[in-house]
């Protein structure tokens, strides 16, 4: 075997002995073998390097006795290394550190118009912001292996470039101008997408081989999870469910199409259709500029019967997409959430009931799907979770040590 070979399976080996220390949270070395289809001496070689270098450790006083053997149980270490994630939404940041688990020891949240300000200022912010938030979880800069951007739009993972974003114009450079100012790995990637590894890592995604995420915020995501892994597409892009067209030539969207889903479903897109309902009522007695979703939500939860049908719409074209979605996958589990989840029953009751027309029988069984509340720290912790995902997979090189 060449060299380069011997250790790209080096170092798959050791992502799967950690990934199955992590999903299982204790285990033996013996049931790590029979898991990773290793072999025991591979195994008991590549736990003593983790060992040594302190990512794992054994568990004292704990052990299993399968077969009248008594067994040792490794745990990875909490404190081996932190990452920290940022959600850059359109008008406020989140902020969250994790330790090699994927606890949150801190978070933040800082109001903030993305739109209206300069990439120097936005990194300005996000650098005070995660300096604060590793100040709150009692650590310091140094002990950050990884900081992981989640913004919404066309991102390119591989290059950490932001091509298109709803909240923003133009190709974003923020990762380049935060890794000069962390002296970190910096990663950037689309919000849903990390948020799916979140779901995968700790949340309704844990344990399931095929699943689905569909966020609804400003803009609408999606994250594909097909035999475990992240799809992310040939250029890395990944899903955008929000600019698939629904209604042909029909209201106008954001990335320049007509018709695209996020026109009716997204915050965004349901905004300014309720705008151009209200401004046509000579009742309407306030500035429809100054309106924001929250107040429409509202409006349409009070009875306002034009709002409820722009909802009825809105979950209806959802439920067609889903239901799109739904055939091609297959999924075990169909994920929504995002900050559109408070419309609740205005959206997810329409949905469900035009769900069983796009759908038959043995389709609609097969797919659990839940409605996840919205959590802002949720996000954050799903970009740190996606800096934890790529440590994992070379630990020995990208843990950064302060001793
Ligand atoms: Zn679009």
Known sequence: ??????????????????????????????????????????????????IKQG??????????????????????????????????????????????????????????????????????????????????????????SGCG???????????????????????????????????????????????????????LGKGINNFLVVTIEEGIGMGIVVDSKIYQGSTGIGAELGH?????????????KMGCLEAYTADSGLLQQARKLLSARRTFDFDPDTLTIEDVTRMAQGGDRGLRKLFNQSGELLARSI???????????????GEGVRAGDLLFKPMNKAIKKYLNKEQGSATQILIQE??????????AGFVLNEIYKSPLDKIHRTS
């Open 1 to 50: 075997m060449k060299a380069a070979n011997r250790d790209f399976t080096r170092e798959v080996n050791l992502f799967n002995i950690l990934n199955s220390i992590r999903s299982a949270g204790m285990i033996s070395r013996v049931e790590i073998a029979e898991k990773t289809g290793q072999s025991r001496s591979s195994v008991t070689n590549i736990t003593a390097l983790l």
């Open 55 to 144: 990512l794992i450790y054994e568990a004292k006083g704990e052990s299993s006795s399968a077969r009248g053997r008594r067994r040792i149980m490794l745990k990875l270490n909490p404190e081996a290394t932190y990452t920290v994630g940022v959600k850059i939404a359109a008008f406020r940041l989140s902020f969250a550190v994790v330790d090699f688990i994927g606890q949150v020891k801190s978070t933040l949240s800082i109001p903030f118009r993305v739109e209206e300000r300069s990439e120097q200022s936005l990194a300005d912010v996000i650098e005070d912001g995660i300096l604060h938030c590793v100040d709150d979880a009692g650590l310091k800069l140094e002990d950050l």
């Open 149 to 203: 951007l989640a913004i919404p739009g066309f991102v390119d993972s591989a290059t950490g470039t932001c091509y298109w974003s709803p909240i923003k114009s133009g190709p974003s450079h923020i990762r380049k101008l935060l890794a000069q100012r962390l002296n970190t790995d910096v990663y950037l990637e689309n919000d849903a997408n990390s948020f799916t590894v979140a779901s995968q890592w700790f949340g």
């Open 244 to 256: 698939m067209i629904v209604v042909p030539d029909g209201e106008p969207c954001r990335c320049g």
């Open 323 to 337: 239901g799109g979605l739904i055939q091609i996958f297959n999924p075990e589990r169909l994920i929504i959430t």
């Open 374 to 383: 919205w959590n802002d720290h949720d996000w954050a912790q799903g970009a």
